[in-house]
């Protein structure tokens, strides 16, 4: 197997004490997909995304440097953001010319506000800040896993399973801006394109270990989608049909496609 190099096999590398613990979530996780074994092999190329979202557990593991420590040592840079405290931070590869960074999520636990009444927006986790968000446990829990070859070694991945990416794209569709909820439909359409030969592996991946990891309210949420979400053509499959344009997909081809899925897996 061919080793990989580029900002994101970087940040494998800087990773790689913590791996069997964070999971790669969002747009890298979908373009890893590709990687699996189970995974169709489709004429187009995933979506492609200048950040990498890394979830981590608030129980993480110490290890002596840090993550942010690995990160400086290896040429990353930090930006803050916001009037948060500690602030959110993106970190930068500076000799990366595509702009290409690191964000780290944690799931947020129990109320949005602390005794002091303060929101609970981000905290400190091997010395890189990470953003507390609802929703992120679902891709901590039952990750897959891909080979990623470093160098001269084979690195064993974590990424977020498709069900679990899939149904947490619901979940958060109300907080999304309207470009960022049409790029998820995209998501969602290409990543049951991607597994579309294994609907039944991921339904049983839903009812065994994803779905009883939820809330009811939530299970149920995610089990409407077909009906809630792609019930009709709305504006935002019709912004994901302008998003994959050069793939001309029509927005009642997406709509369908996804519906016919959702009802496959969730349903």
């Not at 979830?55 to 916001?82: C, K, M, S, V, Y």
């Not at 991945?157 to 947490?168: E, K, L, S, T």
């Amino acid at each position: 197997m061919r080793a990989l190099d580029g900002p994101f096999a970087r940040l494998v590398t800087v990773l790689e004490p913590w791996l069997r613990e964070v999971v790669i979530i969002g747009g890298w996780a979908h373009q890893l997909y590709r990687r699996h074994p189970d995974a169709q092999q489709l004429d187009y190329s995933p979506l492609s995304t200048i950040d990498t979202d890394v979830a981590l557990p608030g129980g993480l593991l110490t290890h002596q440097p840090d993550i942010r420590a690995r990160l400086l040592a290896d040429g990353f840079t930090e930006e803050f953001l916001g009037d948060d405290h500690p602030p959110a931070t993106h970190y930068h590869l500076a000799s990366e010319s595509s702009g290409f960074y690191v964000e780290f999520l944690t799931p947020l636990v129990g109320s949005e506000y602390s005794r002091k009444h303060k929101r609970k927006t981000t905290i400190e986790i091997s010395g890189v800040v990470s953003q507390q968000l609802r929703h992120i446990e679902i891709l901590l829990q039952h990750p897959w896993t891909i080979d990623f070859p470093v160098s001269a070694i084979i690195c064993k991945v974590n990424i977020a399973n498709p069900v679990a990416f899939i149904a947490q794209k619901v979940l958060i569709q109300a907080k999304r801006g309207r470009e960022d909820r049409a790029k998820d439909i995209l998501y969602i359409h290409d990543t049951l394109e991607v597994f579309g030969a294994r609907l039944a592996e991921l339904r049983d991946l839903w009812q065994r270990s994803v779905a009883p990891q939820l809330h009811k309210r939530d299970a149920a949420k995610v089990t409407r989608a077909a009906d809630m979400i792609f019930a009709d053509v709305t504006d935002d499959v019709r912004r994901a049909s302008q998003i994959s344009a050069e793939r001309q997909l029509s927005p009642n081809s997406i709509r369908e496609a996804c519906r016919y899925g959702f009802m496959e897996v969730f349903g």
